[in-house]
């Protein structure tokens, strides 16, 4: 099997591998205890559960379809960029 048979190759695992540490990490930011019905909480109104924590899980996601989206490069542009590169 040639190199090029597989649709992802080591950088888009890199990629999709720190696009979901980021959304764990949103997540986690958004994690806390609630308001019962004898307390309420006020924390579940706090700026990094409500705003930051949403864009961080969001931006997380679109790094995960970059990922995905992300195209190997084949065996020529290595070539070229090595020309380049010595040049």
Known sequence: MKKNDF???KMNFILLAIGMAVVVVGFV???GSGS???AFNPD???AQR???APIVCFAGFCFVVYGIMHKP???S???EM???DQE
Do not use: G, P
Request: charged fraction near 40%; aromatic fraction near 8%.
């Open 29 to 31: 930011l958004m994690a």
């Open 50 to 52: 409500i705003k930051v």
């Open 44 to 46: 579940i109104f706090s």
């Open 73 to 75: 490069k084949t065996v």
């Open 82 to 84: 090595k020309k380049i």
């Open 7 to 9: 649709a992802f190759d």
């Open 36 to 38: 019962t019905e004898e």
């Open 77 to 79: 542009e290595e070539e």
